[in-house]
């Protein structure tokens, strides 16, 4: 080994230990006679001592150094002059009798610091110098401690880790797909698995009872703002369970996480309908760390004068608490957010409650004090706060309060890094209509189960059907999604149906899971979790990037290696594929 130590650990307890350490060297600072160079690996920082007086020789070598090249270094372990209490290895240093230079290195093209002077993109390009920072490193390593814990607890509980294959069918009812074409199969193309869903059913089916694992999915979407093309899912399934197995084992997993990587007690997660919270606050992921939910106000503000809100379908109002003294210009500023083009809304209704008990609104010339009363005493409004009242139709009215309510969130810091709060959303729709091509689409996908009660609607009143689905929601990010399956054929044959399938269809995309049901299909669920998701969220980042090793752009291009690059006519001879590119001027 070319080292007997990493730089991590060694403390006045090694004092006058001959050590060899290997690394890269962080910084080289010279002092009268001396060269300092902190030597840096995973594990951490070790500084290095160089005695031109004593061993001159070496201190030459030494002056040559650069940042971040590969040196290793033997000497004896003594006690530091001006301690470096930040660090554990600050007490001591190396007094370095030997030094051998492994490989030489460029500048980098960023500093390697924790706050690093390099751009994104700048980064993206230079990732493998970008992981050797300690904020990224640390992230890659609470990812494998994480993903370790978890492949634990599943174990514990009888899961088993089966790895399902990568080339695919296509099933173009989800998201889109990445194509595979296949060499051997000219014409054919293989599919990139969105989500191992049909096959963790089929593994139901073969008699594996417990299925897990952690394994990567691909969807072609437009990437929207921290989303990848491929991403790691934690994805589980179960046989002979109901509903309510599913929440508690992995309720049970979520509490295990809380516990071990934050010492957090979460207790019992709350459980909301998808209708309350679509009704309270305007999100199937609604972060519930602070509460402002949606007051509903039809009744108190129809059939006056104010024709804005009596041609509304939804007046709806939120109390943000405390800011009843807001500036005009406050006021301004918030009505200027809920108008931009991000949310949309025509404009904003403020009702300020007074110290004094009386109120001031922006409709005072439609509604009398009484009015306004009655409007904060629905939304439990105390002298000193602000009533916020959006309107117009339901689903979009909900969408921008929601948006508003999240940033009145953020402005009054109710939002809180390192407080966590945990839900499941239940009760889903089966289907969601779609105006555009006039159909019904399944919510979660084609293979979930409606409530039993709610089979016989299937036909009659398919919109009213609510599914045995269910998510996990952590501080406003959906963090997992599942539901207890179909497993008898008759009644997938009749989602394929309400979902406007032909039999046909369903025989030629789903046909391998349709015969398999065939074959004794026990009872089964299951639920996948977003793993890069669960780590940005139980680090309080925003970014699922940050704790990937490698992840694409919001172009979906790896700009390091490059991905995607034009490919080789030679190669595409191959596959049997003729480009059919249109260049800009049409050539
Ligand atoms: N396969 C589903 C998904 O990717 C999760 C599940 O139902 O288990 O969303």
Not at 544 to 555: G, L, S
Request: net charge negative.
């Amino acid at each position: 080994m070319l080292r007997t130590h990493t730089c991590g650990e060694l403390t006045l307890n090694n004092i006058q230990q001959t050590v060899t350490l290997s690394g890269w060297i962080q910084k080289i600072r010279h002092l009268g006679g001396m060269i300092f160079i902190d030597l840096r690996d995973r594990y951490g920082i070790t500084q290095l001592a160089f005695n031109h007086e004593e061993r001159p020789e070496i201190c030459e070598k030494a002056e040559k150094l650069g940042r971040e090249w590969v040196i290793s270094v033997t000497g004896i372990v003594i006690e530091r002059y001006s301690k470096n209490k930040n660090i554990p290895t600050g007490d001591i240093e190396i007094e370095v009798h030997e030094l051998e230079i492994l490989n030489e290195a460029e500048v980098p093209p960023f500093t390697i610091e924790d706050e690093s002077d390099g751009g994104d993109e700048l980064r993206m390009k230079y990732r493998y110098l970008d992981i050797r920072r300690n904020p990224v490193k640390n992230n890659l390593v609470f990812r494998h401690k994480l993903g370790l814990e978890i492949r634990k607890y599943l174990s514990n509980n009888g899961f088993l880790e089966i790895e399902t294959p990568f080339l695919v069918n296509s099933t173009p009812e989800g998201a889109r797909d990445f194509l595979v074409p296949s060499r051997m199969n000219p014409g054919e193309f293989y599919a990139l698995p969105q989500s191992p869903q049909t096959l963790k059913q089929l593994l139901m089916i073969a008699g594996c009872d417990r299925y897990f694992q952690i394994v990567r999915c691909f969807r072609d979407e437009d990437l929207r703002a921290d989303r990848q093309p491929e991403f790691t899912q934690i994805d589980c399934e179960m046989s002979f369970i109901e509903q309510e197995d599913i929440l508690n084992l992995f309720e049970g997993l979520v509490q295990h996480i809380f516990k071990t990587f934050k010492n957090l007690e979460i207790g019992k997660l709350e459980r909301l309908s998808w209708n309350d919270a679509m009704k309270y606050y305007g999100s199937d992921k609604p972060d519930v760390r602070f509460d402002m939910r949606f007051v509903e106000l039809n009744d108190v503000l129809q059939h006056k004068d104010f024709k804005v809100f009596n041609e509304a379908e939804l007046i709806v109002g939120i109390k943000a608490e405390g800011c009843g003294n807001y500036s005009r210009k406050q006021i301004d500023n918030i009505t200027d957010f809920v108008k931009s083009p991000r949310v949309g809304a025509a404009g904003m209704v403020y009702i300020l409650c007074n110290q004094d008990g009386s109120f001031k609104s922006s409709v005072d010339k439609f509604y009398s004090q009484d009015d306004l009363r009655k409007v904060a005493e629905k939304c439990e409004a105390k002298p000193g706060d602000m009533i916020l009242i959006l309107s117009g139709k339901k689903s979009t009215t909900r969408k921008q309060m929601c948006e508003l309510r999240l940033e009145m969130g953020n402005r009054l810091e109710l939002r809180k890094a390192g407080e966590y709060k945990a839900l499941w959303i239940v009760d889903f729709p089966l289907l969601e209509w779609d105006e555009e091509t006039q159909r019904f689409y399944a919510m979660h996908h084609p293979f979930t189960a409606p409530k039993p009660e709610h089979e016989s609607w299937l036909e009659s009143r398919p919109g009213d059907v609510l599914a045995n689905a269910y998510d996990l929601v952590i501080n406003g990010s959906e963090i997992g999604g599942g539901s207890i399956r179909i497993h008898r054929p008759e009644l997938q044959k009749q989602m394929f149906k309400a979902l406007n399938f032909s039999e046909e269809q369903a025989q030629n995309q789903f046909g391998f899971l349709i015969n398999a049901f065939k074959f004794g299909a026990p009872p089964h669920g299951g639920i996948a979790f977003g793993f890069d998701r669960l780590c940005a969220v139980l680090c309080d980042s925003d970014s699922i990037r940050d704790f990937i090793a490698f992840p694409k752009n919001n172009a979906g291009r790896d700009t390091m290696l490059p991905a995607p690059t034009p490919i080789d006519n030679k190669q595409l001879e191959e596959l049997n594929i003729k480009l059919n590119l249109q260049t800009e001027n049409g050539k």
